[in-house]
């Protein structure tokens, strides 16, 4: 089976334990609500794992020390706030413009950091300077003997400017040199051009890593939501984050407009600036039993646990087994 639960070693020599849906705060989320205003209304609510960006952070735009409420942190690699692109879940097709990233910046967020408390730190990326995986894998080898402290993730991006999707193939030969990283990532973005291909490719990435006796984790960057997380954790990735969940509401299953979830949950009279800290509230419990719901489905794969969704899921798993079986 694909999907089971797998260790991470943190660097403090603890260790949790997946699937991790983990709620993600960033620049980019809201064009009308600072990133710094949504993290600290949130110290009341998250006690388990986040996700931040060292791009946020170097500007300004997040302090480190409001990230100390959560028990791990996940400090992401800064490729995405630095780029013009949006991801699979916003829908305003707008993005602000850039200020630069840098290495050295990212290293000067590193240097900053207090390590005594648990942090995920993803490998550096600039999204307008491509180099090949060979050179990825040496540049984030090297980052991270600078930081022995740091627990070390791996993020695998394209190689090349005019490359739209990952070369699952070049990667899974270079499975061995992966060894030496705690958590593998991939963007849901760079994976595929339809909900299968993207199982697809975790699933041939887990499968190259098995071959080489590895349980390393594969973290899908921009895949938290109701239904693509689930079916990316069929088929074999571990943990998953984005902005799903504080721009929709999620509900039985669903992805949700906001205003029609308020209209619905709340009342056609409830007042829009009140209705975002409800539907976040409301949307981590959901994450939090959803992930529940997937640890109690590897215990005998049954997909009632899914609830609303179980039927979609077996037919959706169903059809990726298949296809698998004639590649």
């Known amino acids: 089976m694909l999907a089971k639960r797998r260790k991470i070693q943190l660097a403090n020599g603890t260790q949790i334990t997946t699937p991790l849906l983990l709620p993600s705060f960033s620049s980019k989320t809201l064009l009308d609500e600072r990133v710094e205003k949504i993290l600290e209304y949130h110290k009341s609510v998250i006690t ?3 996700l931040v960006s060292a791009y946020d952070v170097y500007y300004k735009l997040i302090k480190e020390k409001q990230t100390r409420f959560c028990s791990t942190v996940f400090l992401d690699s800064g490729g995405y706030e630095a780029s013009q692109d949006v991801d699979l879940s916003d829908q305003t097709g707008i993005a602000a ?3 630069p990233w840098k290495n050295t910046f990212h290293q000067k967020v590193l240097d900053a950091w207090d390590f005594t408390h648990p942090t ?3 490998s ?7 180099i090949t995986l060979e050179k990825q894998i040496k540049r984030a080898t090297a980052l991270f003997a ?6 070390a993730e791996f993020l695998i991006k394209a190689e090349r400017s005019d490359q739209r999707f990952l070369c699952i193939a070049d990667i899974t030969r270079r499975a061995h040199d992966l060894s030496k990283f705690a958590i593998i990532g991939i963007t849901e973005k760079e994976i595929g051009g339809s909900t299968m291909e993207r199982m697809v490719k975790p699933a041939k990435l887990r499968n190259s890593l098995n071959l080489v006796g590895l349980e390393t984790p594969i973290h899908v960057f921009g895949s938290l939501d109701t239904v693509s997380s689930v079916l990316y954790f069929l088929a074999g990735a571990d943990i998953f984050d984005g902005l799903t969940w504080l721009r929709y509401a999620y509900e ?3 992805t949700l407009y906001k205003h029609n979830y308020g209209a619905r949950t709340l009342g056609i009279t409830f007042e829009d600036f009140r209705m975002n800290a409800k539907i976040w509230n409301d949307n981590y419990y959901y994450l939090l039993r959803l992930r529940d719901d997937m640890g109690r489905y590897l215990l005998n794969s049954d997909f009632k646990v899914f609830g609303a969704n179980a039927d979609f899921f077996l037919r959706a798993f169903d059809q990726f087994q298949a296809h698998m079986k004639g590649i």
């Open 146 to 151: 600078r930081y022995p402290n740091a627990t």
């Open 48 to 50: 388990d794992e986040l």
């Open 97 to 99: 413009i850039p200020q």
């Open 252 to 254: 039985n299953g669903n």
């Open 120 to 122: 995920v730190v993803v």
């Open 124 to 130: 550096y990326d600039n999204p307008r300077a491509k």
